[in-house]
């Protein structure tokens, strides 16, 4: 059984910084793509990061250069780090991975993903 928990949400000032977590059990494949998946109140799901087996990465332009999506291959544990925040960031964040569609795809279409985690809330104030 696949399952995905996420933990590291919180509250924090714009500005400010946050680091998600995302632990990993029971997921079969080698070969897949990992990313991070946000949705803010009355607003659809948005694809904030990916990154593939091979540690290819890929940011979505609202967080490039503030973001950054890693994993602990030992640990199956994907990691959001989160600098620079801005209100706007506020959300719930969520983890999904996925095997059968590329990163490029899923960072545009996140509903693709077939495994998603119970999701962590982000608040950034003003």
């Known amino acids: 059984q696949v399952r995905l928990v996420e933990s590291g949400g919180g509250s924090v000032q714009a500005g400010g910084s946050l680091r998600l977590s995302c632990e990993i059990s029971?997921?079969?494949?080698?070969?897949?793509?990992m990313g991070w998946i946000r949705q803010a109140p009355g607003k659809e799901r948005e694809g904030v990061a990916t990154?593939?087996?091979?540690?290819?990465?890929k940011y979505a332009d609202f967080v490039k250069g503030r973001f950054t999506i890693s994993k602990d291959n030992a640990q199956n544990t994907l990691y959001l780090q989160m600098n620079s925040l801005k209100p706007e960031d506020t959300g719930t964040y969520y983890c999904a991975v996925e095997s059968f569609a590329s990163c490029q795809w899923l960072l545009e279409k996140p509903d693709e993903y077939n495994y998603w985690g119970q999701g962590t809330h982000v608040t950034v104030s003003s």
């Open positions: 029971g997921y079969g494949y080698s070969s897949y793509c």
């Open positions: 990154i593939d087996s091979r540690g290819s990465t």
